[in-house]
């Protein structure tokens, strides 16, 4: 089993940043695909970015620009920068772990931007 622990959401003021990170408890997480979902009041869970084992990132076109995926094997940690937030990006973000026909999510933290 796997476990994900999200940390660093909170509010902050549209045009703000912030940092989110996401720790695995295994070390398959080098050999991951690992992304950043997100689900805002009254919509399903949507994907905002992934990273893959190699480093390659992918972007919903609304994030793009404004959001950076990274990861660091060594410590397990998949990180989400965020800048020039806007209140659409209010929603609860949730690490996810893909490995084989496996997936994983992490308990979610809130992230609200106010206007």
């Known amino acids: 089993q796997v476990q994900l622990v999200e940390s660093g959401g909170g509010l902050v003021q549209a045009g703000g940043s912030l940092r989110l990170s996401c720790a695995a408890s295994?070390?398959?997480?080098?050999?991951?695909?690992m992304g950043w979902y997100r689900q805002a009041p009254g919509h399903g869970r949507d994907l905002v970015a992934t990273i893959s084992s190699g480093g390659s990132t992918n972007y919903v076109d609304s994030v793009k620009g404004r959001f950076t995926i990274s990861r660091d094997n060594a410590k397990n940690t998949v990180h989400l920068q965020m800048n020039s937030l806007k209140p659409e990006d209010t929603a609860v973000y949730y690490c996810n772990l893909k490995i084989g026909l496996r997936e994983y999510w992490g308990q979610g933290t809130q992230v609200t931007v106010s206007s």
């Open positions: 295994r070390s398959i997480f080098s050999a991951s695909i």
